[in-house]
């Protein structure tokens, strides 16, 4: 049987970025399939034509599912949708394709073949390719990382890029002790996979800067920052070790 692969992608008002999103998506899973593909867009209380867009969607692509979440927040909309997964490998990944899906099957074939229980995308490995993101964006990026690496001593470079994978083991065990349902649950999530010493493999990502991106740095950034004090100071919880984790 085929090893069952879900990715998540978290949307709020985006009826004109998810059609080509699915799409690419459809075609690109379609010319591997070696795994079970399943698709699940997590609406995250969008106003505009989405929920109609996603639908239309599902009728086309039998592969395609939904949830619908009344209240915002990017780390709730995924908490869920992983959670209610029943997939071997979970993904996610941002509807504006930043991230090259040549990378996909590596950030799979971690969890599903090479003993992993994480996943990350990395902007900041050896072999990564960043194309056209502003400077005050870069300078804001690196400097989170390393204030993670000064923390934590983490084993991964990037903590922030929107395509992650992980395991049903590292799902179960890990989402349910995530406080945060914003931004920072990518952060939050790999600093407790760390801390139950769970396997954690950083990709190499060749990443496309969004200039239309809904992230407001300033603001993000502080909220990054509390999160982590929050985590160095206030203990991260122990989540089971991977060897004790069912599924």
Same mark, same amino acid.
């Given at each position: 049987?085929?090893? #069952?692969?879900?990715? +998540? ?29 399943? %698709?699940?867009?997590a609406d995250n209380g969008s106003t505009d034509r989405t929920p109609e867009v996603i639908a239309e969607l599902g009728e086309k692509y039998p592969h395609v599912g ?6 915002r927040g990017r780390g709730r909309a995924l908490k869920r949708a992983w959670l209610a997964s029943d997939a071997d490998v979970r993904c996610y990944m941002d509807v ?9 099957p590596d950030l799979v074939s971690a969890i599903a073949s090479e003993g992993y229980e994480v996943s990350t995308g990395s902007r900041l490995s050896k072999g990564s390719? &960043? %194309? ?6 870069? %300078? ?25 994978? +992980? #395991? ?14 914003? *931004?920072?649950? $990518? ?14 493999? #950083?990709?190499? &990502?060749? *990443? &496309?800067? $969004?200039? $239309? @991106?809904?992230?407001?740095? +300033? #603001? @993000? ?27």
């Amino acid at each position: 049987m085929a090893t #069952s692969v879900e990715i +998540v992608i978290p949307v709020l008002n985006e009826e004109h970025s998810l059609p080509p999103c699915i799409e690419k998506l459809i075609e690109f899973t379609g010319d591997h399939p070696d795994y079970d593909w399943k %698709i699940t867009v997590a609406d995250n209380g969008s106003t505009d034509r989405t929920p109609e867009v996603i639908a239309e969607l599902g009728e086309k692509y039998p592969h395609v599912g939904t949830i619908r979440l009344e209240e915002r927040g990017r780390g709730r909309a995924l908490k869920r949708a992983w959670l209610a997964s029943d997939a071997d490998v979970r993904c996610y990944m941002d509807v504006d394709l930043s991230t090259d899906l040549k990378s996909l099957p590596d950030l799979v074939s971690a969890i599903a073949s090479e003993g992993y229980e994480v996943s990350t995308g990395s902007r900041l490995s050896k072999g990564s390719e &960043v %194309i056209g993101r502003k400077l005050t964006r870069e %300078i804001t990026s690196r400097g989170y990382n390393l204030l993670i690496k000064m923390l934590f001593w983490p084993p991964f470079p990037d903590a922030q890029c929107g395509f992650k994978a +992980v #395991s049903r083991k590292a799902a179960e065990g890990l989402l349910p002790l995530i406080k945060d349902n914003a *931004w920072f649950m $990518d952060t939050e999530l790999l600093l407790l996979a760390q801390a139950a010493g769970y396997r954690i493999k #950083s990709i190499p &990502v060749r *990443w &496309v800067d $969004d200039p $239309d @991106t809904r992230v407001k740095v +300033v #603001s @993000t950034a502080w909220e990054d920052i509390k999160g982590l004090l929050r985590l160095r100071f206030g203990g991260r919880p122990k989540p089971p070790r991977p060897s004790e984790s069912s599924g």
